[in-house]
């Protein structure tokens, strides 16, 4: 297992942020809709864009990966429609090819992810919509099994009890494109990445108006073919190159970014010091001054994203005065806390918020990467600390960072990685 050792850093220069993971893995499902081939181009090379190749594999896709892009097109043997838990556990969008498998071979059993680090994390919306759809889907020893023998549009409200779901629309959006008749999905996310895998059906020939806002209407088509598609950039890997910058008071300028999508996140990081220009693709981002202490609340997009909350809290720990962050999307989402503060931090948890106090020196120590973006927030604390950090278990980072510690060395950052 790879560890990484990080030493205090003060960064400098230009990054160029990778293809957007969460955009990629529903895109990877949705080819399960056609036989035809298709070509997805700006793909990031990550452990989990590699753990839905296996599991498309299982389901008879052929799948070529190379220099950022994937060639998938139907093995010429039978389809399989079964996704094993050894592979869906590991990652949540795999669940997503429920959706893609009902609607196109008619049946499909889908290991149920299970819990997670960040929290419970049902799938109850996915069901309602593809059950909506007309599908019949029970749970057997821990797999969702159903038939779909036709699905018919219907009008569906997928609204939680958190709001919108990200990966339920796209399940649901997904099954609507060959159901007979129209769809309309209420409440449904608005995410940057929701969009981009209407905008890739659409290319394949789906009839999708809406996408973007909380009301998606569908017309299901007889069949979908093959098509090409570049992925939007990865807005989670730029706002922690923002908040990278914000820590540790450098000059970085962040390339290969849709601005747009970063709305929330470009204004809380100017509350909290930051100077930041922004061009069509590029931000500059400076921190002349003190960090200043806010408020951050997460919610679905165009809000603050959850993704983003644990990169943005170390931050947080340097400000000078008391911030309170509010997790809205996953109030159980703070295993960082307990490992920024044995570097030094003092925050304090409270239910679904964290109070933080700032204006603290952090010290280096040996941390435990716990997910995906705790793992990447313990990075920018190691950055900053006096000393030695060694981050252990940072396979959760590679999960969804492309050469995450490549990149902030090239800006001056002293990270290595190590066998631990
Ligand atoms: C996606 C992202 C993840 C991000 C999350 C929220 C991918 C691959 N992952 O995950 O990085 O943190 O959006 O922006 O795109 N919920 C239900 N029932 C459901 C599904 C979700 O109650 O059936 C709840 C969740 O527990 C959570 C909220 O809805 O509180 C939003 O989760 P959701 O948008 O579904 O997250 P994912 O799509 O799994």
Same mark, same amino acid.
């Not at 990550?46 to 990966?65: C, H, N, S, W």
């Not at 893609?100 to 992810?113: E, G, I, N, Y």
């Given at each position: 297992?790879?560890?990484?050792?990080?030493?205090?850093?003060?960064?400098?220069?230009?990054?160029?942020?990778?293809?957007s993971k969460n955009a990629t893995?529903?895109?990877? $499902?949705?080819?399960?809709?056609?036989?035809?081939?298709?070509?997805?181009?700006?793909?990031?090379? =990550?452990?989990?864009?590699?753990?839905?190749?296996?599991?498309?594999?299982?389901?008879?896709?052929?799948?070529?990966?190379?220099?950022?892009?994937?060639?998938?097109?139907?093995?010429?043997?039978?389809?399989? @429609?079964?996704?094993?838990?050894r592979l869906v556990r590991t #990652?949540?969008?795999?669940?997503?090819?429920?959706?893609? =498998?009902?609607?196109?071979?008619?049946?499909?059993?889908? /290991?149920?992810? %299970? %819990?997670?680090?960040i929290g419970v994390r049902p799938?109850?919306?996915?069901?309602?919509?593809?059950?909506?759809?007309?599908?019949?889907?029970?749970?057997?020893?821990?797999?969702?099994?159903?038939?779909?023998?036709?699905?018919?549009?219907?009008?569906?409200?997928?609204?939680?009890?958190?709001?919108?779901?990200?990966?339920?629309?796209?399940?649901?959006? #997904?099954?609507?494109?060959?159901?007979?008749?129209?769809?309309?999905? +209420? @409440?449904?996310?608005?995410?940057?990445?929701?969009?981009?895998?209407?905008?890739?059906?659409?290319? #394949?020939?789906?009839?999708?108006?809406?996408? %973007?806002?909380?009301?998606?209407?569908?017309?299901?088509?007889?069949?979908?073919? %093959?098509?090409?598609?570049?992925?939007?950039?990865?807005?989670?890997?730029?706002?922690?190159?923002?908040?990278?910058?914000?820590?540790?008071?450098?000059?970085?300028?962040? /390339?290969?970014?849709?601005?747009?999508?970063?709305?929330?996140? &470009?204004?809380? $990081?100017?509350? &909290?010091?930051?100077?930041?220009?922004?061009?069509?693709?590029?931000?500059?981002?400076?921190?002349?001054?003190?960090?200043?202490?806010?408020?951050?609340?997460?919610?679905? @997009?165009?809000?603050?994203?959850?993704? =983003?909350?644990?990169?943005?809290?170390?931050?947080?720990?340097?400000?000078?005065?008391?911030?309170?962050?509010?997790?809205?999307? @996953?109030?159980?989402?703070?295993?960082?806390?307990?490992?920024?503060?044995?570097?030094?931090?003092?925050?304090?948890?409270?239910?679904?918020?964290?109070?933080?106090?700032?204006?603290?020196?952090?010290?280096?120590?040996?941390? #435990? $990467? /716990?997910? =995906?973006?705790?793992?990447?927030?313990?990075?920018?604390?190691?950055?900053?600390?006096?000393?030695?950090?060694? &981050?252990?278990?940072?396979?959760?980072?590679?999960?969804?960072? +492309?050469?995450?510690?490549?990149?902030?060395? &090239?800006?001056?950052?002293?990270?290595?990685? +190590?066998? /631990?």
């Open positions: 297992m790879d560890k990484f050792v990080v030493y205090q850093s003060s960064l400098k220069g230009e990054v160029k942020v990778s293809g893995l529903p895109i990877m $499902a949705a080819t399960l809709l056609t036989d035809e081939e298709c070509k997805i181009i700006g793909v990031p090379d =990550l452990a989990d864009v590699r753990t839905m190749i296996k599991i498309l594999d299982i389901l008879g896709k052929e799948v070529i990966f190379e220099g950022g892009v994937l060639i998938i097109k139907r093995k010429p043997k039978k389809w399989g @429609y079964v996704a094993p838990y #990652m949540r969008a795999s669940f997503c090819v429920l959706g893609p =498998l009902l609607a196109r071979r008619k049946k499909a059993k889908v /290991s149920f992810p %299970g %819990g997670c680090i799938v109850d919306l996915h069901i309602k919509g593809l059950r909506e759809l007309g599908a019949q889907l029970n749970i057997e020893r821990g797999y969702c099994v159903g038939e779909a023998k036709k699905l018919r549009g219907a009008h569906i409200f997928l609204g939680g009890a958190f709001g919108s779901s990200v990966l339920a629309t796209d399940n649901t959006l #997904m099954a609507a494109t060959l159901a007979e008749g129209e769809t309309t999905i +209420e @409440y449904a996310a608005c995410e940057p990445e929701v969009v981009d895998l209407a905008l890739f059906l659409k290319k #394949m020939g789906a009839d999708i108006e809406g996408e %973007g806002t909380h009301l998606i209407r569908v017309r299901g088509v007889k069949s979908l073919g %093959g098509a090409e598609f570049k992925v939007i950039p990865d807005r989670i890997e730029a706002g922690t190159f923002i908040a990278v910058a914000l820590a540790t008071g450098s000059s970085l300028t962040i /390339s290969g970014i849709n601005p747009l999508h970063l709305t929330a996140v &470009i204004e809380t $990081a100017k509350k &909290i010091g930051a100077n930041i220009t922004v061009s069509d693709s590029k931000i500059h981002i400076d921190v002349f001054k003190k960090l200043s202490p806010t408020n951050i609340t997460t919610l679905p @997009y165009p809000g603050f994203p959850t993704d =983003l909350q644990a990169q943005f809290m170390v931050a947080l720990c340097l400000a000078e005065g008391i911030s309170l962050v509010n997790e809205k999307i @996953y109030p159980d989402r703070f295993m960082h806390v307990s490992e920024l503060n044995r570097m030094g931090a003092r925050i304090q948890r409270s239910g679904p918020y964290a109070i933080i106090e700032g204006n603290r020196n952090l010290v280096g120590a040996e941390v #435990m $990467a /716990s997910d =995906l973006r705790a793992s990447a927030a313990l990075v920018i604390a190691g950055l900053v600390a006096k000393g030695k950090t060694e &981050i252990l278990r940072i396979y959760h980072l590679d999960r969804g960072y +492309e050469k995450l510690d490549e990149k902030l060395k &090239i800006l001056g950052a002293k990270i290595k990685r +190590e066998k /631990s």
